[in-house]
């Protein structure tokens, strides 16, 4: 159990977000504004673990700095975003719990990576005085879905200890076909296909299907053409207890082949 502004919690909630365009990061639309009313609405944490579609590399490593820089990992983008920092602090002592938490697989402690857009473009509107401290967790790329899975399971302690688990990716992620003119196109009939089966697989329960995604066919292979930003939600989903709750906080989809969907786990 957690304290949070002089409230016993029982246990945070878990959250997967549809990161999008870096340009939300300085954008006001439907996304951002849903982003607000999550962090407004959520118990204060006592800290956050952020998955990041953006740290994808082939080990399992954990930020372990006091003060981690802000990463502005994109391009072509204004000026004005390069100039924007997050200046959350770090806390290497969760850190170190995590690393324990994950043993014996290894885990490395990171003294140089900080925070990537694909965590501060959505905190940055979900708590926004950067107060609270943060921690990134690194996706290993040599490991199968089912590895995600289980990580998320070993991690899910910390959700009674008051950190918030956060996984930012996005369900459906097809840069090839993203019409970035049109940011209001609809949705290719094989996104929309595919947020739906997998949304009622969420409130299902049923986890294997979401593991083995190659296997739910042609909208699946076109809507994760790559793992990196699918493999968030395994971390987020591993962290659910028996009964637990899942709500979907923000939803639609930005230039036809971006699901925006956040999928939020509660205890029940």
Not at 104 to 121: N, T
Request: some cysteine.
């Amino acid at each position: 159990m957690g304290v949070s502004k002089g409230r016993i919690v029982k246990s945070m909630p878990a959250i997967f977000v549809g990161h999008g365009n870096p340009m939300n990061i300085i954008r006001r639309n439907r996304w951002t504004e849903g982003w607000a009313a999550l962090g407004a609405a959520l118990p204060r944490p006592r800290a956050i673990l952020a998955v990041s579609a953006h740290w994808y590399l082939p080990a399992v490593m954990v930020t372990a700095m006091p003060h981690p820089r802000t990463i502005h990992d994109f391009g072509g983008f204004p000026q004005e975003l390069y100039e924007m920092r997050y200046p959350a602090p770090g806390d290497p002592s969760l850190a170190a719990r995590v690393r324990d938490l994950l043993a014996p697989i290894p885990v490395g402690l990171d003294e140089g990576w900080g925070l990537d857009h694909g965590a501060w473009s959505v905190l940055c509107h979900m708590f926004p005085k950067a107060d609270i401290p943060v921690v990134q967790l690194s996706i290993d790329r040599t490991q199968p879905p089912s590895f995600h899975y289980e990580l998320g399971k070993l991690l899910a302690p910390l959700r009674d200890e008051g950190v918030l688990i956060l996984g930012s990716g996005n369900l459906v992620h097809n840069l090839r076909t993203y019409d970035w003119d049109r940011p209001d196109a609809e949705a290719f009939d094989w996104a929309s296909s595919f947020e739906e089966q997998a949304r009622g697989l969420l409130q299902a329960g049923k986890d294997a299907q979401l593991i083995d995604y190659p296997a739910m066919g042609s909208d699946a292979k076109l809507s994760i053409p790559t793992p990196d930003h699918y493999l968030p939600l395994l971390y987020v989903l591993g962290s659910r207890r028996e009964g637990g709750a899942v709500s979907f906080p923000v939803e639609g989809f930005d230039g036809g082949s971006m699901s925006m969907l956040a999928v939020r786990i509660s205890d029940g």
